[in-house]
């Protein structure tokens, strides 16, 4: 009962950083992820757009947030696709693909239909991206080419990140709202 009342209170008040009871958060990906940090990440936590390396990611993000066991060392990001629906999603970089580069895994990807309206979400559990492919996140396609709103951009094999393209806007908290 706690845990409901927490949730219902964020999704009613407008709260910063520093002010979430995070006794009773098990997983900040799942518990505090409300439509006004999907619009608006930059307003409660510190983030880094538009993209973010493998190094970035394994220096800042990876174990940084609350989460439960199935979760740790995911990283997290907020999205607004090229066709203004929003939503977010956990990644981490996997092991070899097919062509024996790192693959992408995407994982409980969220996509709110108009989070301002309430359309109903849309989910997918996982996606592998192979190496220098896209996604378009409207229709969860990899390889969509001009439709797609992030990139797994793999340069060497060592430098890589993931991208946002196409007008797609992309925020990664650096920040647990846990702290």
Known sequence: MKKLSFILLLLTQNV???NFDCSVI???????????????????????????????YNSTQKSLFTQSKKNERMGIAVFRTNKNTYGKFMYTWGAPFNNGHPSLI?????????????????TRSKIVVPSSY???????????????????HNIDGRTMYLQAKNGANLHFPMESMCN
């Open 26 to 56: 098990y997983d900040e990906f799942d518990s505090l992820m409300h439509k006004s940090f999907i619009t608006n990440p930059g307003r409660y936590v510190r983030t880094q757009s538009h993209k973010i390396s493998r190094s970035t």
């Open 16 to 18: 910063f950083a520093g």
């Open 134 to 152: 896209t996604v378009d996140l409207d229709t969860f396609t990899v390889g969509s080419g001009a439709e797609s709103d992030i990139w797994f």
């Open 106 to 122: 995407l994982k409980n990807i969220v996509k709110y239909g108009r989070v301002m309206d309430g359309y109903k979400k849309q």
